[in-house]
Nanobody, 116 residues
Framework: QVQLVESGGGLVQAGGSLRLSCAAS????????MGWYRQAPGKARELVAV???????NYADSVKGRFTISRDNAENMVTLQMNSLKPEDTAVYYC??????????WGQGTQVTVSS
């Protein structure tokens, strides 16, 4: 059963923009935080941005001012708007949802490639 469905991603030139979306299944209850992580080849997975149920946000320093995370609680959806993309943003991006019981759910990942 697919519980997180990601869309967006792709290939873009440096300075361009992309938008990632993730829809969480209604089978996931008591959702608290929703966010995005990324993993580049040979590197550990890292937090990109997270947004809590009350709208609080946290961003990696490397994306502050360029990326914006938002969520639609009614639709169980989280979106990451990525502007001024850099080659170092190239990675597989994973949607993450955590519920009130600290259980984590992960999307299948979507590739973002930024060419120089």
């Amino acid at each position: 059963q697919v519980q997180l469905v990601e869309s967006g991603g792709g290939l873009v030139q440096a300075g361009g923009s992309l938008r990632l979306s993730c829809a969480a299944s209604r089978s996931i209850s008591s959702i608290n935080a929703m966010g995005w992580y990324r993993q580049a080849p040979g590197k550990a997975r890292e937090l990109v941005a997270v947004i809590t149920i009350d709208g609080g946000t946290n961003y990696a320093d490397s994306v502050k001012g360029r990326f914006t995370i938002s969520r639609d609680n009614a639709e169980n959806m989280v979106t990451l708007q990525m502007n001024s993309l850099k080659p170092e943003d190239t990675a597989v991006y994973y949607c993450n949802v955590r519920n009130n019981f600290l259980k984590n759910y992960w999307g299948q990942g979507t590739q973002v490639t930024v060419s120089s």
